[in-house]
């Protein structure tokens, strides 16, 4: 019994020391630097109609449920791959950005954040992603 616990013990101490790397080296990421063309844009699509709910939805699920997490809290599977923290969509700082921010932060991407624009190429379904995010509060 002893020789298991100990068994035990070593294993749970080789897995956080193996892993504790990764979760303290995570920063939390700079400030974005959105261009004022950005700011400025205007949401095309209209956020009531389900359509365009569904395909922001399927989007999201494709391309960034992996990091962002299935309710955009940033706790994705591969978010703890990442050297930059993943901020969560509910925050006050991102509910308060324009579409245009959130635009530009989702298909201009940064740093670990893809660039999106060749790979969600039609801008209806990227403003229906933008609208789908909005709903993650």
């Known amino acids: ?7 035990l013990a070593t294993l749970v101490t080789c897995l956080l020391m ?14 974005w630097t959105i261009p004022a063309k950005y700011k ?6 209209k956020p009531t ?8 939805k399927e989007l999201y699920n494709k391309h960034c ?11 994705g599977p ?16 991102f509910t308060a950005q324009a579409d245009g921010e959130i635009y530009y932060q989702t298909f201009i991407g940064r740093d670990e954040m893809p660039n999106f624009e060749k790979k969600i190429t039609d801008e209806g379904d990227r403003w229906a992603l933008v609208n789908f995010i909005r709903t993650l509060k």
Request: hydrophobic fraction near 35%; aromatic fraction near 4%; charge should be positive.
């Open 18 to 31: 193996a892993y504790s790397p990764v979760l303290s080296a995570q920063k939390a990421g700079a400030p």
């Open 78 to 93: 591969k978010s703890a791959t990442l050297e930059t923290l993943v901020p969560p969509f509910n925050s006050k700082t």
């Open 65 to 75: 449920k992996s990091c962002h997490g299935s309710k955009g809290l940033g706790d």
């Open 49 to 56: 109609d389900a359509s365009v709910m569904t395909t922001g």
């Open 1 to 7: 019994m002893k020789n298991a616990s100990f068994l």
């Open 40 to 45: 400025a844009m205007k949401n095309t699509v």
